[in-house]
């Protein structure tokens, strides 16, 4: 949240206009944001996270009805992505298949 905000910063975004919001969780971030919507309704508002996280957490804005801009951080180059050998689980890429199934399994629960 720090490093987002004084990267924000320096791309000229006040720093009163960028909120972190209280939460445990993206659900329970996203419900927060719902709760104050002179920060979202008739306005930008910008949902930064991971790259790989941003689809669930928009449908999870998308659920509550809060409308905001993606903005994706914190790419993830995949190792081998080019062969069909890089879907073999192995110790160079568990961290990506690890991120993938938390992020599936939050889909499923719409978590």
Known sequence: AVLSRDLL???GVNAIDVTHLA???TSE???SLKEHPEYWKDKRCGLITSAIHLPRAMKLAE???VTVQPIPADFVQPIGASSP???VPKSENLSHVGAAM???IGMMFRR
């Open 9 to 11: 910063a320096g791309l």
């Open 102 to 104: 938390h992020e599936y």
């Open 85 to 87: 050998l890089s879907l």
């Open 29 to 31: 971030e996203i419900a």
């Open 23 to 25: 939460g445990r969780n």
């Open 63 to 65: 659920a509550l009805e």
